[in-house]
């Protein structure tokens, strides 16, 4: 039990606490708690009535409080077990002015990249995939979609399509498909991202093992041939708490921005 947790509770009605509403007080305290080393991972919290009784607040309060720290990936429930605080995750850091795949990214820090496959397949294209990819009625596209794993941790899921002209076989793509493309003379040498925030829904969540709700960095990649062809439409999901994007930005006018995030 988080002995450290119990002596600073009380705190929370005596005027010392950040002002705002009281479940968001107490997820402060317990941001805190985990921040200055009160609180470790792997910590179990004391249950819903002990936390109320010892904060003298409501149990209403507690559970809201304890809820949006689940969401937010700092606590974890464990069914018939109770709350602890999530392990830590070394978060990865991601340059936004190169093109690189997650192969070859995840390996220049030395990690050991797996993938858990979800899809490879020849398919009829979607509307938008006829529009980004430039097709033409009645040709298809190879969709490979996939789970990346860095030192066995899940950072991302992966769905890329590609027109069959370029990629005829998904199934030769066994780790980087960058190298299947550059095999064939059609790797890209640009690429537009956007990036936004998004919520995991509950089987992408299973997927990345985090809780469903938690926060997630969804970026959306149309990629070029040198000749200014698009070659791939690639959708991910990042975990949140495992990877953050740089971008190094530099003044002056807009022709001067490197890695700008759109």
Do not use: C
Not at 156 to 167: C, D, F, T
Not at 177 to 206: F, H, T
Request: hydrophobic share 40%; aromatic share 4%.
């Amino acid at each position: 039990m988080a002995d450290g947790l119990i002596d600073i509770l009380p705190s929370l009605n005596d005027g010392s606490a950040v002002g705002g509403p009281l479940y968001v007080k107490l997820q402060r305290l317990i941001e805190n708690a985990v921040r200055d080393g009160l609180l470790h991972p792997g910590d179990a919290l004391p249950p819903e009535r002990e936390l109320a009784a010892m904060a003298d607040i409501s149990r209403v309060t507690v559970r809201k409080a304890v809820q949006g720290l689940v969401n937010s990936g700092l606590l974890v429930q464990r069914h018939g077990s109770g709350t602890f605080v999530a392990p830590r995750s070394e978060r990865v850091e991601q340059s936004l002015s190169h093109l690189t795949s997650f192969t070859e990214d995840m390996a220049r820090r030395g990690m050991i990249v797996r993938s858990t496959w979800l899809d490879r397949g020849i398919y009829a294209p979607s509307p938008e995939e006829m529009v980004t990819l430039g097709l033409s009625s009645g040709e298809k596209v190879a969709r490979i979609s996939r789970l990346r794993v860095a030192n066995d941790t899940p950072m991302a899921i992966e769905r890329a399509a590609l027109s069959i002209h370029v990629l005829p076989n998904p199934e030769l793509v066994t780790l980087s498909l960058y190298a299947v493309l550059a095999e064939s003379g059609n790797r890209p040498v640009r690429a537009i991202q956007r990036i936004s925030a998004a919520i995991l829904k509950e089987n992408d969540a299973k997927l990345l093992q985090v809780p469903a709700g938690s926060a997630s960095l969804n970026i959306e990649r149309i990629s070029y041939l040198e000749s200014g062809k698009v070659i791939e439409f690639t959708r991910s999901i990042y975990r949140a708490d495992a990877y953050e994007f740089v971008a190094e930005l530099k003044l002056g006018d807009s022709s001067e921005i490197s890695g700008a995030v759109l």
